[in-house]
Each structure stands twice: as structure tokens, then as C-alpha cells.
């Protein structure tokens, strides 16, 4: 059985992995860290600016598998601080609508390239 994959422009891969895959109604969506696309590096700022910029990244991957925000079932947040949920959970937010998606925020050591915020998403296609 092929994968079904899709790759958008605006986001990055910095490895072997595709932005998402569609398994029945399900897609996954890898995980964005906070890289803008257009340089290739990490976006500057604080927490905010970064969990911005990782919305943005699967948005983006969102519109390249014809999906929308409310097509989101669940979120997975990692931080590398975890004094940085308050300023996250303000920008999540304003993402998403009531009811909002399932969610796991998980505290780590260490994020690729020094992000400060991954976030990774499953979202379910309408039939």
C-alpha cells in the first residue's frame, strides 16, 4: 500500500519525513517547528512569534491536504520550557474554535535546530 502524502509550500522538512499523511480519513501531520519558510530559519523572537510561526507552517500543510483549522482533531504541543504554556496557550487559542481539538502539551529536553516549540496535529476529512 502507497502512502498518500502531501507537501506544502510555506513549510520545511529538515529530514527524511513528509509534512503529512492521509490514512483513510485520517492525516497526520508532522510536527513544525518554527522555521519560516522563506529563509530557512528559525523565526526570531519569543515564544509567541515561534508558536505563530508553527500555526502558520500547518496551516499551510492544512490548506495542501484541502483541510481547515476545524478539521483538526488533535494537537501536540512540545516546549522546551514549560513556563513558556501560558504564552502558548494564549496564541493556541486564537486557532482554533470551541470545541476545540483533543491536545497534549509535553515538557522536552531539546526541539531541532534550538526551537523553543514543536507542534504536531491529526485531523479527520469530511465525508
Do not use: W
Not at 37 to 50: F, H, M, N, P, R
Amino acid at each position: 500500500m502507497s502512502r498518500k502524502a502531501f507537501s506544502a509550500e510555506g513549510a520545511v522538512s529538515v529530514g527524511p519525513y513528509s509534512h503529512a499523511v492521509e490514512s483513510g480519513e485520517l492525516i497526520f501531520l508532522s510536527g513544525q517547528t518554527p522555521i519560516e519558510s522563506q529563509t530557512g530559519k528559525l523565526v526570531e523572537g519569543d515564544v509567541v512569534a515561534q508558536t505563530e510561526q508553527c500555526f502558520k507552517n500547518l496551516f499551510n500543510v492544512l490548506k495542501a491536504a484541502s483541510l481547515i483549522p476545524d478539521d483538526v482533531e488533535k494537537v501536540n504541543v512540545f516546549l522546551t520550557d514549560m513556563n513558556d504554556f501560558a504564552a502558548m496557550n494564549t496564541v493556541y487559542s486564537k486557532h482554533f474554535s470551541s470545541p476545540y481539538p483533543a491536545r497534549t502539551t509535553i515538557g522536552v529536553a531539546a526541539l531541532p535546530l534550538g526551537a523553543r516549540i514543536e507542534i504536531e496535529m491529526v485531523a479527520r476529512r469530511s465525508k
